[in-house]
Nanobody, 118 residues
């Protein structure tokens, strides 16, 4: 069993930055891919970014490439998402996830709200 707890969401103006963090607990947390998905009101949940358990490979949605950066610290069982040049369309609930990403999510966090005002 793995538990995921997100933090760092909030309200920011367009063009601003936020950093999301996710702390994982559980014996095998560091062996899984970790990543982020998001869900905007009235839309389906979508993949944002993922990082392999080794930290050597990262994968991003086209909509966030060049603006978001994912990183992880296996010693602390954490994954972070640095979000720069935020746009109103980035407004969503952001969920931390782990598993074989993005295709197979084994565990979800509870989500953290990110709101970008224009």
């Amino acid at each position: 069993q793995v538990q995921l707890v997100e933090s760092g969401g909030g309200l920011v103006q367009a063009g601003g930055s936020l950093r999301l963090s996710c702390a994982a607990s559980g014996r095998t947390a560091s062996r899984y891919d970790m990543g982020w998905f998001r869900q905007a009101p009235g839309k389906e949940r979508e993949f944002v970014a993922a990082i392999r358990w080794s930290g050597l490979s990262r994968n991003y949605a086209d909509s966030v490439k060049g603006r978001f950066t994912i990183s992880r610290d296996n010693a602390k069982n954490t994954v972070s998402l640095q979000m720069n040049s935020l746009k109103p369309e980035d407004t969503a609930v952001y969920y931390c996830a782990t598993g074989s990403l993005p295709a197979s999510v084994l565990y979800w966090g509870q989500g953290t709200q990110v709101t970008v005002s224009s």
